[in-house]
């Protein structure tokens, strides 16, 4: 939903390396936010990034580009655990977030 | 630290009725936003409040009307429910502005019959 767009459904496997992509109508303020959702759980914060370029935590990375309103997450060394809906969320213009659907990824073994 | 608390976890209306669902803030925080998120659906902003004033509304219709409280706590409440209103409810705490991260509550599971 509004104008932002992701894959979704995605299949990986344990150990492996995922990306997820993120287009969306830029509004006026730049920077973009990622959330990790479980199934039945809230969706709790991964990263934020406002500035161009990649931002690193651990296993998972986050890619803007505010030009082009694209972002990408990137999983590293997947678990079993990793199995969520992701969530890409660029900020509104009420001091809000909006999301998308989000992309339902599913790791197997 | 405390986290963000919903109360209730789930609730079960009939069309027509009202709801109030409640959330209190991570402490540190002084800013409130309700969303809503429907069944394989992201979550859709319903109003934000600071201030104990609503700070910014998304598109849902005046029967969805809050509260914020001086400790920063806030309420939800949906007039005349309708069976669309079925959804998860969350609550997020933040700072005021933008670019800071929201962290949400566990959630309401409102069931409208």
């Known amino acids: 939903g509004q104008n932002i767009d992701q894959p979704t459904e995605m299949t990986a496997t344990e150990g492996a390396i995922v990306q997820i992509n993120c287009t969306y109508q830029?509004?006026?303020?730049?920077?973009l936010f990622w959330y990790q959702q479980h199934a039945g759980e809230a969706p709790t914060f991964l990263s934020y990034n406002v500035l161009d370029g990649l931002e690193e935590k651990g296993r998972f990375s986050s890619f803007l580009s505010r030009s082009k309103g694209y972002s990408y997450l990137l999983l590293k060394e997947l678990q079993m655990k990793d199995s969520a809906s992701y969530l890409c969320?660029?900020?509104?213009?009420?001091?809000?977030?909006?999301f998308g659907a989000g992309t339902r990824l599913t790791v197997k073994p | 630290e405390t986290g963000v608390t919903q109360s209730p976890t789930h609730l079960i209306k009939t069309r027509g009725q009202q709801v109030t669902l409640r959330c209190s803030s991570q402490s540190g925080h002084n800013t409130v936003s309700w969303y809503q998120q429907a069944l394989g659906q992201g979550p859709q902003f319903i109003f934000q409040y600071y201030r104990e004033e609503e700070n910014g509304r998304g598109n849902f219709p005046p029967r969805f009307s809050g509260l914020q409280f001086p400790n920063y706590s806030s309420e939800l409440n949906v007039n005349a429910l309708e069976l669309d209103d079925s959804a998860l409810y969350l609550c997020?705490?933040?700072?005021f502005g933008q670019g800071y991260e929201q962290y949400f509550g566990p959630g309401t599971r409102l069931t409208v019959t």
């Open positions: 830029t509004s006026g303020f730049n920077g």
């Open positions: 969320a660029p900020p509104g213009n009420n001091n809000d977030m909006r």
């Open positions: 997020a705490s933040s700072l």
